[in-house]
């Protein structure tokens, strides 16, 4: 075995425990002297010290195209806006438990990177993707419905938890809403192209969960990419693919239906945050926001969960310093520093406060400043604008489509060291021609309805 394939495997083995087993650490969240993503965030930070090695190893075969250069222009802002920071250390590490400065923003790039240029197909890869999904689904749904066995041990050692609250190996609903929303589109897109029914067992069982999580920012982004699901099956007009797709909306709408219509008897014996947290429950306040947003002409700092309100404060501060923002994951004390009185009586108000922006792209802005926002929207529309065979090809197909959900779920949503590696592993994994050569099947069949 040579010395080159040595390090490829290396790096493929790397991307499998940080897109595989990065998702499923987690300490309990009632353990409160220790960060719960703390194994996350160290596992990360040794993966990227090996991929670091190996590229270095590499280092005479690097190539940079002109997406790679953009990436690279996007990676020095966070590094000047690391050096001017309102807390150097805090943007080199991240906030306490969002562990999303520089260091995790050099991995991310080190993950897309090797995606891009040395990952190698492998069938193991679907393997460890579905037992993934059926370990943080599983244990979602046992979560909501207060039969995960970790609550009897908490029981036993007088630990608080809140019973029903759906958030699996994430620490919470959004986090692993975001994952879901990835996870359900590329298993229902390997269904409807491969044809293979584990896809679309594993595909029922996330998106079971998906909605169990209220996560409605998932669900936009599910909903999103889903459309470019049904346009990729119309545009072929095959008999199969129509059937599949058939058989995956039948079984989603069922899933859908029994959830809003679940029987007394467990509707009952839910714990008092899942039956507040109900689907009924959620869509009515969906209903009451956009009813109020539509009487009253403008948008409550209540809707979407009280998002307006928290765009609203960040974009003053990224008035204030639209350049190279205030650092990297320093928004809390940029919001204290710059907007004082309105961050203060958000926190008397709601007795937390903000540390992210609840929307990814204004989170790049006010962090790291409006020109590294103009960069990463940049780097993103040239991956996007690369993949016009996506209606033509399978293999692009069901790539495009989980980051086009990760992509629409970020406005709401916020950046989490459990997700966002997946996201730029895909990124990078969507360039990788020799990947999508061996991911694509067979030619569709001919005849068309």
Not at 131 to 136: A, F, V
Request: hydrophobic share 50%; proline share 3%.
């Amino acid at each position: 075995m040579t010395n080159e394939t040595i390090t490829n495997k290396v790096m493929n083995k790397t991307i499998y425990v940080i897109i595989f087993l990065v998702p499923l650490l987690m300490l309990p969240s009632q353990l409160e002297s220790i960060p719960s993503n703390i194994l996350k965030y160290i596992v990360l930070l040794v993966c990227g010290t090996i991929l670091l090695v190996t590229l270095f190893l590499k280092r005479k075969e690097l190539k940079f195209d002109l997406i790679d250069k953009t990436l690279i222009a996007f990676y020095i802002f966070i590094v000047i806006s690391t050096i001017f920071s309102m807390d150097i250390l805090k943007s080199i590490l991240g906030e306490y438990n969002r562990f999303e400065g520089l260091l995790t923003f050099t991995v991310y790039f080190l993950t897309y990177y090797c995606g891009e240029y040395y990952f190698k197909y492998d069938k193991q890869l679907k393997l460890f993707a579905i037992i993934t999904i059926c370990i943080t689904s599983i244990i979602g749904i046992l979560q909501y419905y207060n039969i995960y066995p970790l609550y009897y041990l908490y029981d036993l050692l007088n630990i608080e938890y809140r019973a029903g609250f759906a958030s699996s190996t994430f620490g919470n609903t959004n986090f692993f809403g975001s994952f879901l929303s990835m996870a359900v589109t590329i298993l229902m897109a390997l269904y409807i192209v491969k044809n293979k029914k584990v896809y679309l067992i594993t595909s029922y069982l996330a998106f079971y969960i998906l909605i169990l999580t209220m996560t409605r920012s998932a669900w936009v982004g599910f909903l999103v990419a889903s459309i470019f699901g049904i346009i990729y099956v119309i545009k072929n007009r095959n008999k199969e693919l129509i059937k599949r797709t058939l058989y995956v909306i039948i079984g989603f709408v069922v899933i859908f239906v029994w959830i809003l219509f679940a029987p007394s008897f467990i509707t009952d014996s839910l714990p008092d945050y899942s039956k507040m947290m109900s689907l009924s429950n959620r869509l009515g306040l969906i209903n009451s926001e956009i009813q109020t947003a539509i009487n009253d002409g403008e948008l409550k700092n209540t809707f979407g969960s009280g998002r307006i309100e928290i765009w609203s404060m960040v974009l003053k501060v990224i008035a204030m310093k639209p350049m190279l923002g205030s650092g990297p994951d320093t928004l809390a004390r940029s919001l204290l520093h710059n907007v004082p009185a309105d961050a203060i009586e958000y926190i008397e108000r709601t007795n937390t406060y903000v540390d992210k922006a609840h929307n990814e792209y204004l989170q790049i802005a006010a962090t790291i400043g409006i020109p590294a926002l103009i960069i990463y929207l940049a780097f993103l529309a040239q991956i996007l604008t690369k993949q016009s065979d996506m209606f033509k090809n399978s293999a692009t197909f069901i790539l495009l489509i989980p980051i086009i959900a990760y992509l629409v779920q970020a406005f709401f949503n916020i950046s989490t060291i459990g997700v966002a590696p997946i996201f730029w592993f895909l990124l990078g994994l969507i360039q990788n021609e020799d990947f999508k050569n061996k991911l694509s099947f067979q030619p569709l069949l001919k005849d068309k309805t």
